[in-house]
């Protein structure tokens, strides 16, 4: 498959261009120069191409910029392709001219230097001047309108040959199980993930926010294909100030509907925080698969580890009564304790919740428990009739009970219900709705 890498200076407009070549909105997109820090994977939409944006180049010597141009220029050296887009409003720049320099330097790989920007003539600064990169002809273009597109796929398609014309990979046709690792800024996500994906892939470091975009990662991991979402720290609204922040928290919580199951990584070493407890709420609504991640399990005293793990099970289990059995496990990301042992546990439940229940054991379970305890009276005083129960749904696991006479069914009797299915089918772990269905009768 033809990998194809965006590079260029900050602020050209290079994660605009890849929201448009894979026809989403997965780059987080802002006017601020060098928003973009890690690498971001996607296809694109209409071609069997790989495609990755990086963050802006910067002549950096420490921090975070440094980490990111080197992620960009590990891409570069990688690419089959590469996309060099630079900003036809504000024109040819020194920094342009040393990035070019560095990549021919760095990569075989042919080189389209696109000039983004480019649908107001007025505005344009003069193009014969890109010439000087050494990239041949400047293809204009414009990221945002979505313009001149035609010279990057002529490009892309020559470059692939008989590749261009094999089938764009179907989405539906996707089994992979996609986990999203969310939780508080600086609390070891991004250091799972590098962790599970044994390379420096997530730029870490020892201070909040680092992580903006929401950055999806295929890999195989204890024996699954699967795909990782590392994302950026959740905190609390009146602790956001900045929009990059708040955008980067949408595309966080916009990652739980987009995923299968999520780990919520916590600091085991403090309090678990309603912050915390909040996005577990999220999850639980959406009905996905939660795992709670205990990391920093190590720096724990093992004397104190017994009582805190049941504190933080009783705290998760008070705070959402749908769940019967929280799953919560304790790791250490930076040593790579429990890692493993996480996985297998995340991989049983996806496994047991796609599963489908015979209708027959269903209707024998609800029985047992109808005859343990019968509904309560309608308040109109009528009895309640339970006839019949399958398994409509799943993802999360979803059970539909018809029901004669009254239909008022209290939560009470619901809660109890689903208690007593999920530990007969052992779905003690996993979000479990229970819908109603009210038989008609033919003597009305």
């Not at 580890?305 to 496990?329: A, C, G």
Request: aromatic share 6%; charged share 25%; hydrophobic share 40%.
């Amino acid at each position: 498959m033809l990998k194809v890498t965006i590079a260029g200076r900050p602020n050209t407009g290079k994660s605009t261009l890849f929201n448009a070549l894979t026809g989403t909105r997965d780059a987080l997109v802002h006017d601020r120069p060098g928003v973009t820090r890690d690498c971001i994977d996607g296809m694109f939409s209409d071609r069997p191409y790989k495609l990755m944006d990086t963050a802006g180049l910067e002549n950096a010597k420490n921090g975070i910029a440094l980490d990111s141009t080197n992620m960009a220029i590990d891409a570069i050296c990688a690419a089959d392709a590469v996309l060099f887009v630079v900003d036809g409003r504000v024109g040819l720049t020194n920094a342009d001219l040393d990035w070019a320099r560095l990549v021919r330097r760095k990569t075989k790989a042919p080189v389209l230097l696109l000039v983004n920007k480019s649908e107001s003539g007025k505005r344009m600064a003069d193009v014969h001047d890109f010439y000087k990169l050494g990239f041949g002809e400047p293809q204009m273009i414009s990221a945002e309108h979505k313009r001149g597109f035609d010279a990057i796929y002529e490009f892309l398609d020559k470059i692939a040959g008989d590749d261009a014309n094999a089938p764009t990979p179907e989405k539906a046709a996707d089994t992979r199980v996609k986990i999203a690792i969310m939780g508080q800024p600086n609390v070891g996500k991004s250091t799972l993930v590098n962790r599970v994906l044994g390379q420096q892939r997530q730029i870490v470091m020892d201070a909040p926010g680092i992580t903006r975009d929401t950055v999806k990662i295929p890999t195989k991991f204890y024996g699954r294909d699967i795909v990782l979402m590392d994302t950026a720290g959740l905190r609390r609204k009146a602790g956001v100030k900045d929009d990059v922040e708040t955008l980067s928290a949408l595309k966080s919580l916009d990652a739980i509907g987009k995923s299968d199951v999520v780990i919520l990584v916590v600091d085991a070493t403090k309090n678990i925080e309603n912050q915390a407890l909040g996005i577990a709420g999220r999850v639980y609504d959406a009905g996905k698969i939660l795992c709670v991640a205990l990391n920093k399990w190590d720096l724990i005293e093992p004397a104190e580890r017994d009582e805190k793990l049941l504190k933080l099970k009783h705290q998760f289990s008070n705070s959402f009564h749908q769940i019967i059995k929280p799953l919560i496990l304790a790791i250490s990301a930076e040593t790579g304790s429990g890692v493993q042992n996480l996985f297998k546990r995340v991989y049983e439940q996806w496994d047991i919740s796609s599963a489908q229940a015979p209708t027959s054991l269903i209707n024998r379970i609800v029985e047992k428990l109808v005859a343990e305890r019968q509904p309560p009276m309608s308040r109109l005083k009528r009895p309640m009739k339970i006839k019949f129960a399958r398994q409509t749904g799943r993802h999360p696991m979803r059970i539909t009970i018809n029901v004669g006479g009254a239909s008022d069914i209290p939560e009470s009797y619901t809660r109890y219900l689903r208690r007593g299915i999920a530990t007969a089918l052992k779905w003690e772990h996993l979000p479990i709705v229970i819908e109603y269905e009210k038989s008609d009768n033919p003597f009305d």
